[in-house]
């Protein structure tokens, strides 16, 4: 299933972010446990909105509130219930010594995105159709 992408000159209201500090294999377990659950909550856009190192966030957002809130919380709940357990046996299996921590976040009901002092001067741009998420 497609998605469509966040437009430039567009508001959105009731946008969800889900935040995290992760490395590398741990976000792309995020962007592919966002991908699957909007395709399966057919919520119309779920893609990174940042990231940089080891940390960065992901907007969730479909005219349906509880579809792009359906995705942010089970994500967050299953990176932190499965996948977080799963990586710390892969990494205990390897002979690092050490804890593996992920600190995560979930900022929902934003009101409108983008807000006003991110948009001053923009003119809009082409919005099209794309998957998502996307890793940068």
């Given at each position: 299933m497609s998605s469509d992408m966040f437009c430039a000159g567009r508001t959105y209201d009731n946008v969800y972010f889900l935040f995290a500090d992760a490395f590398d294999l741990l976000r792309d377990r995020l962007?592919?446990?966002?991908?699957?659950?909007?395709?399966?909550?057919?919520?119309?856009?779920?893609?990174?909105?940042?990231?940089?190192?080891?940390?960065?966030f992901l907007a969730i957002h479909d005219d349906n509130e509880s579809a792009?809130?359906?995705?942010?919380?089970?994500?967050?709940?299953?990176m932190l219930t499965l996948?977080?357990?799963?990586?710390?046996?892969e990494l205990?299996?390897?002979?690092?010594?050490?804890?593996l921590h992920i600190r995560m976040?979930?900022?929902?009901?934003?009101?409108?995105?983008?807000?006003?002092?991110?948009?001053?001067?923009t003119r809009g741009g082409r919005c099209g159709t794309g998957s998502a998420p996307t890793s940068t």
């Open positions: 962007i592919a446990r966002v991908r699957t659950l909007a395709v399966e909550r057919r919520c119309a856009r779920a893609t990174v909105w940042g990231w940089r190192g080891d940390g960065g792009a809130r359906d995705v942010a919380l089970e994500a967050g709940q299953s996948e977080l357990p799963n990586l710390r046996e205990g299996q390897t002979g690092l010594k050490g804890d976040g979930r900022l929902g009901r934003y009101g409108r995105w983008p807000p006003y002092w991110l948009t001053r001067g």
